[in-house]
């Protein structure tokens, strides 16, 4: 089910699940659904208890819902909070606070997942992060309506703190803030790749990247794969093919390069893995610096 709208409320209400230990009585019916069609389910180990699958489904899902690119309800529960303040001013103050708890308290928990031996905090978090500062700067007493987009000025000090490129956090406000995209698009190009999902099943997907001026030869993420984990070695592969831009004689006019996949799985939430990407990103890069 792809979810429509989520607020901070509803997430605050899965994050208290998440948190909670479920009874025998939830422990029970859960045990009696088939989850397996699910994309967050994984199957129960020959070490694990009853509880303990029960509570690792149970963050599966939420962050499933929170991060994957058919989902994006972290996305949308920013999002509501500022469509909401749009009509109604006086919600200005619960939001701001909803916020805060979550850029204080609640993301530590959900990134560092002590109970299931994970811990997302190093390169999610700034993503997680920019989200919230920017749906916090879009609730200021001054943006609506005159503003209609978070400025340039908030936009660079956002930046300083989350160390993100500056061209990814205008596509993110340009998104928020129902606007057209701020940053200017070039040439698009795109490969077919191969992704495995949780369910270690093969699916094609489209590996599509464009060229954005102005920029550095930064590559970077699309909003809607940014909360997408990704293991140590698809890392490496990003820097290696970081190392083939900088290689290319792209003339005067500098740009960043953005990546997205078409037609992921759904379960892509629980993370992209392996070096082959980079090859792929060199072609394209080649392709687009050509």
């Known amino acids: 089910m792809i ?7 509803s997430l605050d209400a899965l994050w208290e699940q998440w948190e909670a230990k479920p009874t025998d009585g939830i422990v029970r019916h859960e045990m009696g659904v088939d989850h397996k069609s699910e994309p967050w389910y994984a199957p129960k180990t020959r070490d694990e208890s009853d509880i303990d699958w029960v509570i690792r489904m149970r963050r599966r899902k939420l962050w499933h819902l929170m991060t994957s690119p058919e ?11 500022l469509n909401e303040h749009a009509c109604k001013t006086a919600l200005n103050e619960h939001q701001t606070q909803a916020l805060a708890d979550w ?3 609640r993301l530590a928990a959900v990134l560092v997942d002590k109970a299931l031996d994970q811990n997302r905090s ?3 978090e700034p993503y997680f992060r920019a989200h919230l500062l920017c749906a916090r700067r ?18 660079e000090k956002i930046q ?19 606007q057209p995209p701020t940053t200017r698009c070039g040439i698009t190009d795109s490969v077919v790749i191969l992704l495995i999902d949780a369910q270690n ?29 990704c293991d140590p070695e698809f890392i490496a592969g990003l820097g290696n093919a970081r190392s083939a831009v900088d290689m290319l004689s792209l003339g005067p006019n500098e740009r960043d390069f953005r990546w997205d996949l078409n037609g992921a799985p759904p379960g892509l939430s629980a993370g992209i893995a392996g070096p082959s990407a980079s090859a792929a990103m060199a ?5 687009l610096g050509a």
């Open 122 to 124: 190093d390169r999610l």
């Open 103 to 105: 850029l204080n308290s």
């Open 3 to 9: 979810l429509k709208t989520l607020s901070f409320a």
């Open 201 to 229: 099943q093969g699916h094609a997907a489209t590996l599509r990247m464009t060229a954005i001026t102005p920029g550095d030869k930064t590559i970077y993420p699309a909003p809607a794969i940014s909360l997408v984990d």
């Open 283 to 287: 072609l394209l890069l080649a392709r």
């Open 138 to 155: 879009a609730l200021d007493p001054d943006f609506w309506p005159e503003t209609g987009t978070i400025s340039e000025k908030s936009l």
């Open 160 to 178: 300083k703190e989350v160390k993100l490129p500056i061209n990814y956090l205008r596509d993110l406000a340009s998104e928020l803030c129902n």
């Open 71 to 81: 989902e994006r309800g972290f996305f949308k529960a920013c999002k509501t909070a």
